[in-house]
Protein backbone atom coordinates (compact mmCIF):
# COMPACT_ATOMS: atom_id res chain seq x y z
CA UNK A 1 0.00 0.00 0.00
CA UNK A 2 0.97 3.56 -0.56
CA UNK A 3 2.96 5.17 1.81
CA UNK A 4 2.70 9.12 0.89
CA UNK A 5 5.16 11.07 3.00
CA UNK A 6 5.06 15.11 3.96
CA UNK A 7 6.54 16.72 0.49
CA UNK A 8 9.81 18.64 0.81
CA UNK A 9 9.79 21.38 2.81
CA UNK A 10 11.16 23.70 5.20
CA UNK A 11 8.12 22.72 7.44
CA UNK A 12 8.66 19.20 6.97
CA UNK A 13 12.17 19.61 7.82
CA UNK A 14 11.65 21.61 11.07
CA UNK A 15 8.33 19.65 11.98
CA UNK A 16 8.35 18.56 15.83
CA UNK A 17 8.16 14.57 16.65
CA UNK A 18 4.92 13.22 15.94
CA UNK A 19 3.98 9.52 16.67
CA UNK A 20 3.54 6.54 14.35
CA UNK A 21 -0.20 6.66 13.53
CA UNK A 22 -1.40 3.74 12.35
CA UNK A 23 -3.24 2.28 9.47
CA UNK A 24 -7.08 1.51 9.31
CA UNK A 25 -7.47 -1.86 9.57
CA UNK A 26 -11.09 -3.40 9.91
CA UNK A 27 -14.20 -2.08 11.13
CA UNK A 28 -14.20 0.75 14.09
CA UNK A 29 -17.90 2.42 15.12
CA UNK A 30 -17.62 6.43 16.32
CA UNK A 31 -19.74 8.85 16.68
CA UNK A 32 -18.32 11.25 13.96
CA UNK A 33 -16.53 10.13 11.09
CA UNK A 34 -13.91 13.41 9.77
CA UNK A 35 -11.86 12.37 6.36
CA UNK A 36 -9.27 15.08 6.20
CA UNK A 37 -7.00 15.84 8.78
CA UNK A 38 -5.32 19.51 7.80
CA UNK A 39 -7.33 22.45 10.39
CA UNK A 40 -11.00 21.79 9.06
CA UNK A 41 -11.07 18.22 10.55
CA UNK A 42 -8.88 18.80 13.70
CA UNK A 43 -10.55 22.12 14.63
CA UNK A 44 -13.46 19.87 13.94
CA UNK A 45 -12.27 16.88 15.86
CA UNK A 46 -11.29 18.66 18.95
CA UNK A 47 -14.68 20.74 19.74
CA UNK A 48 -16.65 17.70 18.93
CA UNK A 49 -14.43 15.89 21.51
CA UNK A 50 -14.60 18.97 23.76
CA UNK A 51 -18.22 18.14 23.81
CA UNK A 52 -18.64 14.72 24.69
CA UNK A 53 -18.17 12.91 20.75
CA UNK A 54 -16.36 10.16 19.94
CA UNK A 55 -14.59 11.15 16.70
CA UNK A 56 -12.31 9.10 14.90
CA UNK A 57 -10.08 10.96 12.03
CA UNK A 58 -8.81 9.50 8.27
CA UNK A 59 -6.33 11.07 6.56
CA UNK A 60 -5.07 10.33 3.24
CA UNK A 61 -1.62 10.30 4.22
CA UNK A 62 -0.23 12.22 7.54
CA UNK A 63 -1.28 14.80 9.68
CA UNK A 64 -1.09 18.64 7.91
CA UNK A 65 -0.16 17.02 4.45
CA UNK A 66 -2.58 19.16 2.56
CA UNK A 67 -2.21 23.08 2.56
CA UNK A 68 -2.02 22.81 6.61
CA UNK A 69 1.31 22.12 6.71
CA UNK A 70 2.74 24.04 3.71
CA UNK A 71 0.98 27.71 3.90
CA UNK A 72 2.48 30.97 4.29
CA UNK A 73 2.16 30.42 8.45
CA UNK A 74 0.04 33.87 8.56
CA UNK A 75 -2.88 34.20 10.78
CA UNK A 76 -5.03 36.37 8.42
CA UNK A 77 -8.35 37.37 10.07
CA UNK A 78 -11.68 37.99 7.83
CA UNK A 79 -12.29 35.88 4.55
CA UNK A 80 -10.78 35.35 1.28
CA UNK A 81 -13.87 38.42 0.35
CA UNK A 82 -13.99 40.85 3.07
CA UNK A 83 -17.58 42.06 4.88
CA UNK A 84 -18.25 44.37 2.61
CA UNK A 85 -18.97 41.99 -0.24
CA UNK A 86 -21.02 39.65 2.06
CA UNK A 87 -23.24 42.68 3.49
CA UNK A 88 -23.53 43.45 -0.71
CA UNK A 89 -24.69 39.57 -1.13
CA UNK A 90 -26.77 39.03 1.65
CA UNK A 91 -29.00 40.00 4.28
CA UNK A 92 -28.04 42.05 7.49
CA UNK A 93 -28.29 39.68 9.92
CA UNK A 94 -26.42 36.83 8.02
CA UNK A 95 -23.76 39.74 7.16
CA UNK A 96 -23.86 40.97 10.67
CA UNK A 97 -23.29 36.66 12.14
CA UNK A 98 -20.61 36.61 9.40
CA UNK A 99 -18.94 39.91 10.72
CA UNK A 100 -18.98 39.20 14.04
CA UNK A 101 -17.43 35.85 13.19
CA UNK A 102 -14.69 37.18 11.03
CA UNK A 103 -11.53 37.37 13.34
CA UNK A 104 -12.53 34.64 15.37
CA UNK A 105 -10.12 31.66 14.11
CA UNK A 106 -7.31 34.03 14.93
CA UNK A 107 -8.64 33.73 18.57
CA UNK A 108 -9.29 30.16 18.83
CA UNK A 109 -5.69 29.39 17.74
CA UNK A 110 -4.19 31.28 19.98
CA UNK A 111 -6.96 29.45 23.00
CA UNK A 112 -5.88 26.51 21.32
CA UNK A 113 -2.02 27.05 21.33
CA UNK A 114 -2.22 28.07 25.19
CA UNK A 115 -4.52 25.74 26.31
CA UNK A 116 -2.86 22.18 24.58
CA UNK A 117 0.64 23.84 24.78
CA UNK A 118 1.38 23.65 20.96
CA UNK A 119 4.73 24.64 19.99
CA UNK A 120 4.44 26.41 16.70
CA UNK A 121 6.62 29.13 16.87
CA UNK A 122 3.20 31.72 17.34
CA UNK A 123 4.04 35.54 16.59
CA UNK A 124 1.80 38.54 17.21
CA UNK A 125 1.20 41.01 14.10
CA UNK A 126 0.23 40.93 10.56
CA UNK A 127 0.60 43.89 7.94
CA UNK A 128 -1.39 44.57 4.92
CA UNK A 129 1.10 46.74 2.69
CA UNK A 130 0.15 49.16 0.04
CA UNK A 131 1.90 49.30 -3.29
CA UNK A 132 -0.10 52.73 -4.32
CA UNK A 133 -2.96 55.00 -2.93
CA UNK A 134 -5.61 52.89 -4.28
CA UNK A 135 -5.01 50.47 -2.11
CA UNK A 136 -4.07 52.48 0.75
CA UNK A 137 -7.92 54.18 0.16
CA UNK A 138 -9.08 50.49 0.63
CA UNK A 139 -7.27 49.18 3.79
CA UNK A 140 -8.38 53.17 5.50
CA UNK A 141 -12.01 52.01 4.32
CA UNK A 142 -11.32 48.06 5.33
CA UNK A 143 -10.23 49.38 9.15
CA UNK A 144 -13.36 51.49 9.15
CA UNK A 145 -15.17 48.25 8.25
CA UNK A 146 -13.77 45.75 10.71
CA UNK A 147 -13.92 48.55 13.36
CA UNK A 148 -17.94 48.16 12.75
CA UNK A 149 -17.67 44.78 13.57
CA UNK A 150 -16.00 45.51 16.95
CA UNK A 151 -12.41 44.58 15.93
CA UNK A 152 -10.09 46.93 16.47
CA UNK A 153 -6.44 46.09 17.37
CA UNK A 154 -5.84 47.57 13.95
CA UNK A 155 -3.23 51.13 13.16
CA UNK A 156 -3.30 52.85 9.65
CA UNK A 157 0.80 52.63 8.96
CA UNK A 158 1.60 55.78 6.57
CA UNK A 159 4.91 55.50 4.73
CA UNK A 160 7.76 56.97 7.45
CA UNK A 161 5.58 54.27 9.46
CA UNK A 162 5.66 51.22 7.37
CA UNK A 163 9.69 51.21 6.86
CA UNK A 164 9.74 51.11 10.62
CA UNK A 165 8.49 47.72 10.29
CA UNK A 166 9.29 46.53 6.98
CA UNK A 167 12.21 47.26 4.91
CA UNK A 168 10.86 47.49 1.88
CA UNK A 169 11.04 50.36 -0.96
CA UNK A 170 7.45 49.78 -2.48
CA UNK A 171 5.05 50.69 0.21
CA UNK A 172 3.42 53.53 0.50
CA UNK A 173 1.73 52.50 3.87
CA UNK A 174 -0.05 50.12 5.49
CA UNK A 175 -2.47 48.58 7.98
CA UNK A 176 -1.15 46.91 11.27
CA UNK A 177 -3.52 44.16 12.42
CA UNK A 178 -1.90 43.16 16.11
CA UNK A 179 -4.52 40.22 16.26
CA UNK A 180 -2.74 39.01 12.95
CA UNK A 181 0.28 37.32 13.55
CA UNK A 182 2.11 34.20 12.10
CA UNK A 183 2.99 29.90 13.15
CA UNK A 184 4.75 27.11 11.90
CA UNK A 185 1.79 26.27 10.28
CA UNK A 186 2.64 21.81 10.61
CA UNK A 187 3.48 21.95 13.89
CA UNK A 188 0.86 23.73 14.31
CA UNK A 189 -1.60 20.78 13.01
CA UNK A 190 0.85 18.16 14.83
CA UNK A 191 -0.21 19.68 17.93
CA UNK A 192 -3.73 20.08 17.10
CA UNK A 193 -3.30 16.30 16.56
CA UNK A 194 -1.74 15.46 19.14
CA UNK A 195 -4.19 17.47 21.14
CA UNK A 196 -7.09 15.46 19.18
CA UNK A 197 -5.95 12.11 20.72
CA UNK A 198 -5.05 13.54 24.53
CA UNK A 199 -8.74 13.67 24.43
CA UNK A 200 -9.29 10.21 23.21
CA UNK A 201 -9.92 11.25 19.36
CA UNK A 202 -8.14 8.76 17.01
CA UNK A 203 -5.95 9.24 13.96
CA UNK A 204 -5.40 6.99 11.49
CA UNK A 205 -2.99 8.25 8.39
CA UNK A 206 -2.25 6.26 5.00
CA UNK A 207 -5.96 5.83 5.10
CA UNK A 208 -7.83 7.41 2.56
CA UNK A 209 -11.79 7.49 1.94
CA UNK A 210 -12.43 6.02 -0.68
CA UNK A 211 -16.37 5.45 -1.15
CA UNK A 212 -19.15 6.88 1.66
CA UNK A 213 -22.20 4.90 2.12
CA UNK A 214 -24.51 7.18 2.49
CA UNK A 215 -28.07 7.04 4.34
CA UNK A 216 -29.26 7.09 8.40
CA UNK A 217 -26.26 4.93 9.23
CA UNK A 218 -23.37 6.22 7.12
CA UNK A 219 -19.96 3.99 6.72
CA UNK A 220 -17.04 5.66 5.04
CA UNK A 221 -14.63 2.75 3.32
CA UNK A 222 -11.12 3.10 2.96
CA UNK A 223 -8.93 0.25 1.17
CA UNK A 224 -8.71 -1.81 4.91
CA UNK A 225 -11.34 -0.67 6.91
CA UNK A 226 -14.04 1.07 7.48
CA UNK A 227 -15.63 3.68 9.76
CA UNK A 228 -19.77 3.51 11.36
CA UNK A 229 -20.67 6.82 12.08
CA UNK A 230 -23.70 8.93 13.33
CA UNK A 231 -22.35 11.81 11.10
CA UNK A 232 -19.40 12.31 8.34
CA UNK A 233 -17.20 15.84 8.35
CA UNK A 234 -16.11 16.12 4.92
CA UNK A 235 -12.59 18.26 5.36
CA UNK A 236 -10.44 17.33 2.81
CA UNK A 237 -10.55 20.41 0.82
CA UNK A 238 -8.30 20.74 -1.77
CA UNK A 239 -7.00 16.89 -2.51
CA UNK A 240 -10.70 15.36 -1.75
CA UNK A 241 -10.96 14.49 -5.46
CA UNK A 242 -14.28 13.44 -6.67
CA UNK A 243 -15.25 11.87 -3.08
CA UNK A 244 -18.32 13.82 -2.86
CA UNK A 245 -18.85 14.63 -6.85
CA UNK A 246 -21.77 17.15 -5.68
CA UNK A 247 -18.76 19.44 -3.86
CA UNK A 248 -16.49 19.27 -7.39
CA UNK A 249 -18.37 21.84 -9.68
CA UNK A 250 -18.36 25.11 -7.40
CA UNK A 251 -14.95 24.61 -6.65
CA UNK A 252 -11.46 24.22 -7.57
CA UNK A 253 -8.54 23.66 -6.72
CA UNK A 254 -5.15 25.73 -7.30
CA UNK A 255 -1.62 25.59 -6.52
CA UNK A 256 0.82 28.50 -4.79
CA UNK A 257 4.28 28.41 -4.44
CA UNK A 258 6.62 29.32 -1.50
CA UNK A 259 10.35 29.50 -1.14
CA UNK A 260 12.71 29.68 2.10
CA UNK A 261 15.91 31.04 2.14
CA UNK A 262 19.16 30.26 4.00
CA UNK A 263 19.31 31.67 7.65
CA UNK A 264 19.82 34.97 7.15
CA UNK A 265 21.13 35.72 10.46
CA UNK A 266 19.45 38.20 13.55
CA UNK A 267 21.05 41.28 11.79
CA UNK A 268 19.95 40.86 8.58
CA UNK A 269 16.45 39.75 9.85
CA UNK A 270 16.34 42.01 11.99
CA UNK A 271 16.52 45.28 9.46
CA UNK A 272 14.11 43.55 6.95
CA UNK A 273 11.45 42.83 9.77
CA UNK A 274 12.29 44.75 13.40
CA UNK A 275 9.04 43.80 15.43
CA UNK A 276 8.94 40.20 13.45
CA UNK A 277 5.63 40.67 11.89
CA UNK A 278 4.26 38.94 8.99
CA UNK A 279 3.52 41.05 5.56
CA UNK A 280 1.00 40.47 2.55
CA UNK A 281 0.31 43.35 -0.32
CA UNK A 282 -3.13 44.47 -1.18
CA UNK A 283 -2.56 43.07 -5.27
CA UNK A 284 -5.02 40.28 -6.02
CA UNK A 285 -2.26 38.31 -6.76
CA UNK A 286 -0.63 38.98 -3.60
CA UNK A 287 3.24 38.69 -2.68
CA UNK A 288 2.85 37.35 1.82
CA UNK A 289 6.14 36.68 3.56
CA UNK A 290 7.35 36.28 7.13
CA UNK A 291 10.14 35.18 9.22
CA UNK A 292 10.87 31.78 10.55
CA UNK A 293 12.33 30.64 14.48
CA UNK A 294 15.28 30.46 12.91
CA UNK A 295 15.61 33.86 11.14
CA UNK A 296 15.03 32.85 7.51
CA UNK A 297 12.50 34.75 4.90
CA UNK A 298 9.26 32.34 3.84
CA UNK A 299 7.78 34.09 0.85
CA UNK A 300 4.93 32.93 -0.99
CA UNK A 301 2.89 34.63 -4.08
CA UNK A 302 1.23 33.38 -7.16
CA UNK A 303 -1.34 30.99 -8.44
CA UNK A 304 -1.20 28.04 -10.75
CA UNK A 305 -5.02 27.62 -11.83
CA UNK A 306 -5.81 23.78 -12.20
CA UNK A 307 -3.12 22.44 -9.27
CA UNK A 308 -0.53 21.52 -11.61
CA UNK A 309 2.84 21.71 -10.18
CA UNK A 310 5.51 23.81 -11.82
CA UNK A 311 8.87 22.57 -12.71
CA UNK A 312 10.73 25.47 -11.19
CA UNK A 313 9.24 27.06 -8.33
CA UNK A 314 12.55 29.17 -7.30
CA UNK A 315 11.89 30.74 -10.74
CA UNK A 316 8.47 32.04 -10.60
CA UNK A 317 8.85 33.06 -6.67
CA UNK A 318 12.01 34.74 -6.70
CA UNK A 319 11.83 37.27 -8.88
CA UNK A 320 8.86 38.54 -6.52
CA UNK A 321 10.85 37.96 -3.11
CA UNK A 322 13.82 40.03 -5.39
CA UNK A 323 11.78 43.07 -6.00
CA UNK A 324 10.47 43.27 -2.94
CA UNK A 325 14.19 43.08 -1.32
CA UNK A 326 16.69 43.77 -3.87
CA UNK A 327 19.35 43.30 -0.41
CA UNK A 328 18.64 39.39 -0.58
CA UNK A 329 19.95 39.20 -4.29
CA UNK A 330 23.00 36.90 -3.04
CA UNK A 331 21.09 34.44 -0.57
CA UNK A 332 20.50 30.93 -1.06
CA UNK A 333 17.12 29.32 -1.21
CA UNK A 334 17.24 25.79 1.22
CA UNK A 335 13.79 25.25 0.26
CA UNK A 336 10.68 25.29 -2.37
CA UNK A 337 7.64 23.59 -2.61
CA UNK A 338 3.75 23.86 -3.60
CA UNK A 339 0.69 23.06 -2.15
CA UNK A 340 -2.93 23.60 -2.94
CA UNK A 341 -6.03 25.73 -1.62
CA UNK A 342 -9.46 25.42 -3.17
CA UNK A 343 -11.06 28.39 -5.05
CA UNK A 344 -14.80 29.24 -5.26
CA UNK A 345 -16.17 31.53 -7.74
CA UNK A 346 -17.01 34.14 -4.86
CA UNK A 347 -13.74 33.55 -2.39
CA UNK A 348 -16.33 32.78 0.19
CA UNK A 349 -16.24 29.11 2.24
CA UNK A 350 -18.31 26.89 0.72
CA UNK A 351 -19.88 24.80 3.60
CA UNK A 352 -23.16 22.68 3.98
CA UNK A 353 -24.89 19.62 4.52
CA UNK A 354 -25.65 16.81 2.29
CA UNK A 355 -29.03 14.78 3.47
CA UNK A 356 -28.99 14.67 7.57
CA UNK A 357 -25.38 13.42 8.34
CA UNK A 358 -22.64 14.42 5.87
CA UNK A 359 -21.07 18.14 6.61
CA UNK A 360 -18.56 19.60 4.90
CA UNK A 361 -16.94 23.17 5.00
CA UNK A 362 -14.00 23.78 2.20
CA UNK A 363 -13.20 26.16 -0.28
CA UNK A 364 -12.09 29.36 1.82
CA UNK A 365 -9.84 30.33 -1.30
CA UNK A 366 -6.21 31.05 0.08
CA UNK A 367 -7.20 32.78 3.14
CA UNK A 368 -7.82 29.52 5.45
CA UNK A 369 -5.45 29.52 8.80
CA UNK A 370 -8.06 31.13 10.09
CA UNK A 371 -11.45 30.78 8.93
CA UNK A 372 -10.63 26.42 9.08
CA UNK A 373 -9.98 26.77 12.70
CA UNK A 374 -13.48 28.56 12.92
CA UNK A 375 -15.06 26.27 10.73
CA UNK A 376 -14.55 23.45 12.74
CA UNK A 377 -16.12 24.71 16.21
CA UNK A 378 -19.03 26.52 13.53
CA UNK A 379 -19.43 22.09 12.21
CA UNK A 380 -19.38 21.25 15.55
CA UNK A 381 -22.10 23.57 17.37
CA UNK A 382 -24.04 22.49 14.05
CA UNK A 383 -23.98 18.58 15.40
CA UNK A 384 -24.78 19.59 18.43
CA UNK A 385 -27.54 21.41 17.34
CA UNK A 386 -27.19 25.15 17.34
CA UNK A 387 -27.32 25.58 13.87
CA UNK A 388 -27.13 29.20 13.38
CA UNK A 389 -23.77 30.09 12.79
CA UNK A 390 -23.35 27.02 10.55
CA UNK A 391 -26.58 28.38 8.19
CA UNK A 392 -25.02 31.86 7.95
CA UNK A 393 -22.28 30.33 6.29
CA UNK A 394 -24.61 27.21 4.61
CA UNK A 395 -26.62 30.10 2.67
CA UNK A 396 -23.49 32.30 1.35
CA UNK A 397 -24.81 31.28 -2.40
CA UNK A 398 -22.03 29.59 -4.60
CA UNK A 399 -22.30 28.91 -8.17
CA UNK A 400 -20.49 26.54 -10.55
CA UNK A 401 -17.06 27.74 -12.72
CA UNK A 402 -17.43 28.76 -16.17
CA UNK A 403 -16.42 26.34 -18.57
CA UNK A 404 -17.36 23.27 -16.21
CA UNK A 405 -14.85 21.07 -15.23
CA UNK A 406 -12.88 21.22 -18.75
CA UNK A 407 -12.48 24.57 -19.51
CA UNK A 408 -12.90 26.01 -15.62
CA UNK A 409 -8.81 26.36 -15.25
CA UNK A 410 -8.31 28.52 -18.76
CA UNK A 411 -11.46 30.44 -17.61
CA UNK A 412 -9.83 31.44 -14.53
CA UNK A 413 -6.15 31.81 -15.77
CA UNK A 414 -7.73 34.58 -17.85
CA UNK A 415 -9.35 35.83 -15.00
CA UNK A 416 -6.23 35.60 -12.65
CA UNK A 417 -4.08 37.23 -16.24
CA UNK A 418 -6.85 40.63 -16.03
CA UNK A 419 -6.58 41.29 -12.51
CA UNK A 420 -2.52 40.56 -12.41
CA UNK A 421 -2.57 43.55 -15.33
CA UNK A 422 -4.91 45.67 -12.86
CA UNK A 423 -2.08 44.90 -10.33
CA UNK A 424 0.67 46.03 -12.66
CA UNK A 425 -0.92 49.02 -13.88
CA UNK A 426 -1.89 50.09 -10.39
CA UNK A 427 -5.52 50.17 -10.87
C1 LIG B 1 1.27 27.25 -0.30
C2 LIG B 1 0.07 27.77 0.46
C3 LIG B 1 0.21 28.93 1.22
C4 LIG B 1 -0.87 29.40 1.97
N1 LIG B 1 -0.67 30.45 2.81
C5 LIG B 1 -1.67 30.84 3.64
C6 LIG B 1 -1.45 31.82 4.63
O1 LIG B 1 -0.30 32.28 4.83
N2 LIG B 1 -2.51 32.24 5.38
C7 LIG B 1 -3.77 31.71 5.21
O2 LIG B 1 -4.71 32.13 5.89
N3 LIG B 1 -4.00 30.71 4.32
C8 LIG B 1 -2.97 30.25 3.56
N4 LIG B 1 -3.18 29.21 2.70
C9 LIG B 1 -4.50 28.52 2.73
C10 LIG B 1 -4.63 27.58 3.94
O3 LIG B 1 -3.44 26.87 4.14
C11 LIG B 1 -5.79 26.62 3.72
O4 LIG B 1 -6.96 27.39 3.49
C12 LIG B 1 -6.05 25.69 4.89
O5 LIG B 1 -4.88 25.11 5.39
C13 LIG B 1 -7.02 24.59 4.45
O6 LIG B 1 -7.15 23.64 5.49
P1 LIG B 1 -8.04 22.35 5.27
O7 LIG B 1 -7.95 21.54 6.50
O8 LIG B 1 -9.40 22.76 4.83
O9 LIG B 1 -7.37 21.60 4.03
P2 LIG B 1 -5.97 20.85 3.96
O10 LIG B 1 -4.99 21.40 4.91
O11 LIG B 1 -5.57 20.80 2.52
O12 LIG B 1 -6.29 19.40 4.51
C14 LIG B 1 -7.04 18.46 3.79
C15 LIG B 1 -6.56 17.09 4.23
O13 LIG B 1 -7.50 16.12 3.80
C16 LIG B 1 -6.80 14.98 3.35
N5 LIG B 1 -7.70 14.25 2.46
C17 LIG B 1 -8.15 14.64 1.23
N6 LIG B 1 -8.96 13.69 0.72
C18 LIG B 1 -9.02 12.70 1.64
C19 LIG B 1 -9.67 11.44 1.68
N7 LIG B 1 -10.44 11.00 0.65
N8 LIG B 1 -9.53 10.65 2.77
C20 LIG B 1 -8.78 11.07 3.82
N9 LIG B 1 -8.10 12.25 3.83
C21 LIG B 1 -8.24 13.04 2.75
C22 LIG B 1 -5.56 15.54 2.68
O14 LIG B 1 -4.52 14.58 2.59
C23 LIG B 1 -5.21 16.71 3.60
O15 LIG B 1 -4.32 16.34 4.62
C24 LIG B 1 -2.14 28.73 1.90
C25 LIG B 1 -2.28 27.59 1.11
C26 LIG B 1 -1.19 27.10 0.41
C27 LIG B 1 -1.36 25.87 -0.41
Redesign the pocket.
Known sequence: MANTPYPQSYYAASANAAPPRPVLQGEVETDVCV????????SSALFLLENGFRVTV???????????????????NSYSRDIDVIERSVGPQQAQLLGQMAFEGGRIIRERVAKYQIQCDLKDGGVFAALNSKHMGHLESQKRLWERYGHTQLELLDERRIREVVACENYVGGLLDMSGGHIH?LNL?LGEAAAVESLGGTIYEQ????RIERGANPVVH?AQGKVKAKFIIV???????N?VPELAAKSMPC????ITTAPLGDELANRLLPQDF?V?DCNYLLD?YRLTSDKRLIF?GGVVYGARDPANIEAIILPKMLKAFPQLKDVKIDYA??????LTLSRLPQVGRIGDNIYY??G?S???????HL?GKVLAEALRGQAERFDAFADLPHYPFPGGQLLRTPFAALGAWYYGLRDKLGF
Open positions: IGAGYTGLLEAAKVGFGASGRNGGQIVPASAAVTAGNAYLGLGTQVCEYGWTGNFLSQCGHGVTYTA
